[in-house]
């Protein structure tokens, strides 16, 4: 049983920072990718950064340069560090991961629970 658990959400005004980490924990034989999405109200849920199977980063337009996401490999955690942040960027964002388990030999899709980041002007 694998389980993505976050932290690091909260309330801070426009040109603040947060740091959001997810901590992946259970059977975990390698993860294939790992990244972050959120979802506002009223809108999908969207790709906000993540490390590619190739080891690459990705990051949504509307954050190129303001997020930054790294990782810690020996303890299944990821961080979304968010600098310079928007009202725009208020939203749910959750942890997402694609790993093999030691039971199965395919990769398989994982969520956080989602933590609540609100951005005031």
């Known amino acids: 049983q694998v389980q993505l658990v976050e932290s690091g959400g909260g309330l801070v005004q426009a040109g603040g920072s947060l740091r959001l980490s997810c901590a992946a924990s259970g059977s975990i034989f390698s993860i294939n990718v790992m990244g972050w999405y959120r979802q506002a109200p009223g809108k999908q849920r969207e790709l906000v950064a993540a490390?590619?199977?190739?080891?690459?980063?990705i990051y949504a337009d509307s954050v190129k340069g303001r997020f930054t996401i790294s990782r810690d490999n020996t303890k299944n955690t990821q961080y979304l560090q968010m600098d310079s942040l928007k009202p725009e960027d208020t939203a749910v964002y959750y942890c997402y991961a694609a790993l093999k388990t030691w039971e199965h030999g395919l990769p398989r899709n994982y969520w956080g629970q989602g933590t609540q980041v609100t951005v005031s002007s």
């Open positions: 490390f590619t199977s190739g080891g690459n980063t």
